[in-house]
Each structure stands twice: as structure tokens, then as C-alpha cells.
């Protein structure tokens, strides 16, 4: 369906050529599309978190019984090593948390060779459409850049070679919510404020300003007046001298920045956007009124983002992995997870409490506990023990048969 088409046709934001080209309009008259959200600081730094987190953490292939991590799976290949030849895995599943954060949606084409699934190819989700036929079958149109050879354009894709992961989802839609189209007014109110500050900084932090005079000028005085005092407008001409003559008394026509609240309604915008985003604002450097940046404090916050944030996200993403990169033979011997363990890597105080527990409760062997920080293994360190200091008192001084 090309753009023509469209023409004298509804569309929604989730359908339509508006995502790609022409953006929402706003009730603050700004334009909000992903590269205009994306300017913005507050914008940039939850996605960019989001993103981070996820490629800190490695999406794990195990057996049947969902312990035993199956290494030598073509699937583990994919997911936990490289997709396909031009991204690592941390790039890949970094990309589908930008996606899933700004647009809802992560698509990735199924390649295959031999019958079996050789790679993944992420598609940009502006170019990628979901659509039904007639029998209300689901398959994809993805929209290419056409090359110097003459290929690209529109092409069809098959549900079944296609991993689409969904965010937020509406009962009958096929496709996800996009968070910055749903709080596009947010957004646009976000870039306006930007907007007015820069203009302010641009000039010089000087306002509108009229002279009074109580002489009647003629047009080519008020022309010369004019062009004398607009040498010194500008941020860069900030601060230079002028003489007014003719009884000339200037007279500024302003809104101080702080009476119109500008700062206020700018740090306002973040703790909104990290709203949308489901980012404590302390995690990209915003700290709010009363909020805490220190102790357990921070480590709240942090707990906060990792449940209802990041945890929500890969569940998206492992629940997609389970319908369109298993088979009915197969999602009974596989089972998929990120590790969340990967989140400790930066902390060594709370990675050894961690193993310390882990092992001396008999979870971990400690073959296992070294395997993870990259160590050798050890005489007898394969058998599972458990620290026995509680003992009943009447068994106490009595030698264990």
C-alpha cells in the first residue's frame, strides 16, 4: 500500500505512514516523532538505561529441565553469542529494548538454511507493517530503501519467518503500544519548554524591548534606531553599550524566566518522562524533592527499575522467543531466561553476599560459585554443602554417626 493510498483514509497511532515520515501533532503544536523525542536529555537517558540494562544480561538456553544450560544449541548460539554476522547479542537484544521502549515493537526476520534458523535480522520499526489477508491470516510488509541495483521496496513476510516481540497491547491489535505516541503531549510539551529555553539563551537572556520616546520619529529614525540596537542582540553581543538619544527610554516587554516557571515546568517534564518510561529519576541523575540518593535508599530505586521495569520488558522478549523461535517439539525440551545475575557483575560486595548464600545453603556447588567469576574448579568442589551450625540443644557435644 503505498503513501497515495492513504490519502482521505483514518489512520490511528499505530497504523499509517505517520510514523515514518510525518510524526503527531501535539497540543502544544510540536511535532513529536522518535528522533525529536530522542533530543531530549530525559528521553535519551531512560532509553539509553533500558538499553544498557538489557545488554548486561545474557539470555541463557537450558534443557528440559530449565537448569542445565544448553551450550551446544544453535539457539543458544544465536541468543547468547551472535544473532547474525554484523551484531554481537549485547547489540542485538540493546537494540530490542531501544525498540520496545520508543515504538512497542521489536521485529527481527527468521533466516534459515537447511530447514533450520541460521540468524536474525532486526528490522527498523518505522519500515515494518502488520497486516492480515482476507482469511485473516498475519503476516508482515516491510517497507526497504531501494539500492543503486534497483532492489528494496515492499515485501511481504511470512508470520512464521518473522520474531516480533510486543510491549503494551491492546485486545484485537497485532501491534504494540508505542510509549512515545501514546504520551506524545508530554513529549511535545517536553520539546516546547526546550524550545522557549533555547530561544531565551539565544538571546542573550534579553527580552522583547521597546523604547519610548516623547518625539514623534520619522520612518527612516526608527529604521536607524533599529539597526543600531540590533548590533547587540544575540548571546554572543550580550553586554555591549549603546546611547540612546532623543530622549529615548527602554522599555522590556518580558516574562522573567523564573515567573513563568520555565526551570519548574523543565525538571517537571523529566519526572514525567521517566513516568512513561517506568525509570525512577534518581537513575539518570534526576533527583527529585525528597528523594534520596544514598544507602538503601538508592538500592530501593534500583530494586524498583529491575521489578517493574526491566523484568516486564524481558518477559516480553522470552515470551516471543517461546512462540516464534520454538516449535511444538522444541518448547518442550528448551527453556529460554536472561540471567538477571548479569545485574551484579558491577557490584563485587553484593556478588560475593550473593554466592556466599547461595553455596552455603546448598543451591550452589562451589564449582559452580567460581565458574562464575571465571575460576577454576576444584578437588571436590562438585558436591553441595550446607553450613551446619544449627544444632539442637540436647544434641549438642554428641559426635554425628
Known amino acids: 500500500m503505498g503513501l497515495w493510498n492513504w490519502i482521505g483514509k483514518p489512520f490511528n497511532l499505530l497504523t499509517g505512514p505517520w510514523r515514518a515520515f510525518y510524526g503527531s501533532e501535539t497540543t502544544s503544536g510540536e511535532t513529536v516523532t522518535y528522533d525529536k523525542a530522542m533530543q531530549l536529555d530525559a528521553v535519551w537517558a531512560c532509553v539509553n538505561l533500558g538499553a544498557n540494562a538489557v545488554k548486561t544480561l545474557p539470555c541463557l538456553v537450558y534443557g528440559a529441565d530449565g537448569v542445565t544450560v544448553d551450550s551446544d544449541s544453535v539457539l543458544y548460539e544465536l541468543l547468547h553469542d551472535m544473532p547474525n554476522v554484523d551484531d554481537t547479542a549485547a547489540d542485538f537484544w540493546a537494540m530490542a529494548a531501544m525498540c520496545l521502549f520508543l515504538d512497542g515493537n521489536f521485529f527481527a526476520e527468521k533466516k534459515m538454511r537447511s530447514g533450520k534458523l541460521s540468524s536474525l535480522i532486526p528490522l527498523d520499526p518505522l519500515c515494518v507493517d502488520v497486516c492480515r489477508d482476507d482469511r485473516n491470516v498475519r ?76 518625539q514623534t520619529l520619522k520612518p527612516d529614525q526608527r529604521k536607524q534606531i533599529e539597526d543600531t540596537l540590533r548590533q547587540f542582540a544575540g548571546a554572543d553581543k550580550a553586554g555591549g553599550i549603546s546611547v540612546l538619544e532623543a530622549g529615548l527610554k527602554p522599555f522590556q516587554l518580558t516574562i522573567n524566566p523564573k515567573d513563568a516557571q520555565l526551570l519548574e515546568a523543565r525538571q517537571y517534564s523529566v519526572e514525567q518522562i521517566c513516568r512513561i518510561f517506568g525509570v525512577p529519576p534518581v537513575m539518570i541523575g534526576h533527583a527529585a524533592s525528597g528523594t534520596t540518593t544514598w544507602g538503601s535508599g538508592i538500592e530501593q530505586l534500583i530494586l524498583q527499575f529491575t521489578k517493574t521495569c526491566l523484568t516486564p520488558l524481558l518477559r516480553s522478549i522470552e515470551s516471543a522467543i517461546y512462540r516464534d523461535l520454538l516449535d511444538a517439539t522444541t518448547r518442550k525440551t528448551t527453556v529460554v531466561k536472561f540471567s538477571m545475575e548479569g545485574l551484579l557483575r558491577g557490584d563485587s ?53
Open 139 to 214: 503476516y508482515y510488509e516491510v517497507t526497504e530503501r531501494t539500492n543503486s541495483r534497483g532492489a528494496g521496496g515492499k515485501r511481504k513476510i511470512a508470520a512464521e519467518n518473522m520474531f516480533h516481540v510486543r510491549g503494551a497491547i491492546m485486545p484485537g491489535c497485532d501491534r504494540g503500544l508505542s510509549p512515545i505516541a501514546m504520551a506524545r503531549n508530554v513529549i511535545g510539551n517536553a520539546l516546547a519548554g526546550e524550545k522557549s529555553a533555547g530561544k531565551v539563551y539565544k538571546g542573550g537572556l534579553i527580552a522583547t524591548t521597546f523604547l519610548m520616546s516623547d
Open 349 to 401: 560486595q553484593a556478588r560475593a553476599e550473593f554466592l556466599s548464600k547461595m553455596v552455603t545453603n546448598g543451591i550452589y556447588t562451589p564449582n559452580e560459585a567460581r565458574a562464575y567469576e571465571n575460576k577454576g574448579t576444584v578437588t571436590g568442589g562438585d558436591a553441595a554443602i550446607v553450613n551446619g551450625t544449627m544444632t539442637p540443644l540436647g544434641k549438642l557435644g554428641v559426635a554425628a554417626e
